[in-house]
């Protein structure tokens, strides 16, 4: 059973940067891909990041590119977000999603999530 696990969130002023984590504690076989969304408070949920388990290919949101970036962990199913130039509208909670296949930034098909991590970004 995948457990996905963030951390890295916190509180962060305007044009500060934040590195957020996430590893898979059982380290399966059958992830294909993993990414980031996020959901800002009374918001629907939405895309961030995505990138291939086995690294290479990446897809950002038109929001964060330039911004953010996404990159694999050298253990099998952790990956990283490292966010620069953070904003105001970047504040929501951030999580981490693995799926066994299925489109990037299609929130319904991954089939395992984290519990989230805050990103309060302040003025």
């Known amino acids: 059973q995948v457990h996905l696990v963030e951390s890295g969130g916190g509180l962060v002023q305007a044009g500060g940067s934040l590195r957020l984590s996430c590893a898979d504690s059982?380290?399966?076989?059958?992830?294909?891909?993993m990414a980031w969304f996020r959901q800002a408070s009374g918001k629907q949920r939405e895309f961030v990041a995505a990138i291939l388990e086995t690294g290479g290919i990446t897809e950002l949101a038109e929001s964060v590119k330039g911004r953010f970036t996404i990159a694999k962990g050298v253990a099998m199913n952790t990956m990283y977000l490292q966010m620069n130039s953070l904003k105001l509208e970047d504040t929501a909670v951030y999580y981490c999603?693995?799926?066994?296949?299925?489109?990037?930034?299609?929130?319904?098909?991954?089939?395992?999530w984290g519990q989230g991590t805050q990103v309060t970004v302040t003025s």
């Open positions: 059982s380290r399966t076989f059958d992830i294909n891909h």
């Open positions: 999603a693995a799926a066994i296949a299925g489109i990037f930034s299609r929130a319904s098909d991954y089939d395992y």
